[in-house]
C-alpha cells in the first residue's frame, strides 16, 4: 500500500488577518508534490503549519492531518513520519553541537545506539554523496557548505526513517553545480526509498524536472491542482500562468516536463 499524508482545511491567522485559507494537501509515498506561488502566497507558512512550527502570533483556526487515513498530530509526526528541510539549512543546527552529536540524537529517538549507530550514520552519508564521513562529522554547521548542510538533513531524515520529507526552497540558498546535484539526490531517494514529498519553490526549472503532482497558491489559497504535465501544457489559473511566464522569459526556453 502506498503510503499517504494529508492536510484538509489548514486556515492560519495572525490577529485578523487570514494567511492561508482552507489549504487541502496530499502527499503520496514515491511522488513529488510541489507548491508553488509567488513571495507571499502562504506556501512557506503552509509548510510550517502542517509540522505546527508557526512562528509567534500565528496559530491555526482549523486543519485536520491524515496519515494513511487516521487522524494524528503533527508532534507525533515531527522527526519522525516527517522530516523538515529548510531553505537556510544553518538555522536548523545548534552552531555549538557536531554534526555527529545531530545525528547520534535523532538514532536515539529510535534506540538505535553504538557501533550500530555509528556504522549506520557513515552509511546514511554515503547514501546522501557526503563520502567523508568522519570530517563531516567532526564538524560544525558553519564549517561546511549549504550543499552539504542540506545533504546531512536529509541523512537525518533518512536516520529517522521518515517516510514524508517537507522542503521548504531547498535550492534557492545553493549554486547552479549543488543545486543539480541535490535535485539527483532527491530524485534517487524518491525513486529508491519510495519517499513522498513536498517541494515548495517558485522555480518552474525545479517543478519542470522534479514534481509529479503541483498545487498552485496566490494570497494564501490553492487556485490550481493538477499534475505537472498538465501545468506546464494547459495552466487554468492566472497565478501558473504568470509563473510560467516568468520562468520562459528568464530561461528562454518552454521547459516542458
Do not use: W
Amino acid at each position: 500500500m502506498n503510503r499517504t499524508l494529508s492536510i484538509q482545511g489548514l486556515s492560519l491567522r495572525h490577529h485578523q488577518r487570514t494567511l492561508v485559507d482552507c489549504l487541502d494537501l496530499t502527499l503520496k509515498a514515491g511522488q513529488v508534490h510541489a507548491l508553488v506561488g509567488g513571495s507571499g502566497s502562504g506556501k512557506s507558512l503552509s509548510c510550517l503549519g502542517i509540522l505546527d512550527l508557526l512562528p509567534p502570533g500565528v496559530h491555526s483556526s482549523g486543519g485536520t492531518l491524515r496519515l494513511d487515513g487516521q487522524v494524528v498530530e503533527p508532534a507525533q509526526l515531527r522527526g519522525r513520519e516527517v522530516a523538515l528541510v529548510l531553505q537556510n539549512p544553518r538555522s536548523a543546527f545548534n552552531p555549538v553541537r557536531s554534526l555527529r552529536q545531530h545525528a547520534l540524537e535523532t538514532l536515539n529517538t529510535r534506540g538505535v545506539r553504538g557501533a550500530q549507530a555509528d556504522q549506520l550514520i557513515l552509511d546514511t552519508l554515503t547514501e546522501v554523496g557526503l563520502s567523508d564521513g568522519q570530517r563531516v562529522l567532526d564538524s560544525f554547521a558553519f564549517q561546511l557548505s549549504g550543499g552539504m548542510l542540506q545533504r546531512f538533513m536529509i541523512a537525518l531524515a533518512l536516520l529517522a526513517d521518515s517516510q514524508f520529507l517537507l522542503a521548504d526552497e531547498p535550492t534557492s540558498d545553493l549554486d547552479v553545480v549543488a543545486q543539480a546535484r541535490f535535485l539527483d539526490l532527491l530524485e534517487r531517494l524518491v525513486a529508491q526509498r519510495n519517499l513522498g514529498v513536498l517541494l515548495i519553490t517558485h522555480d518552474m526549472g525545479v517543478v519542470a524536472r522534479c514534481a509529479d503532482q503541483v498545487s498552485v497558491m496566490a494570497h494564501g489559497r490553492v487556485v490550481e491542482q493538477t499534475d505537472v504535465h498538465n501545468l506546464f501544457n494547459a495552466p487554468k489559473s492566472a497565478e501558473a500562468r504568470t509563473l510560467l511566464a516568468a520562468h520562459h522569459a528568464l530561461t528562454m526556453e518552454t521547459c516542458t516536463p
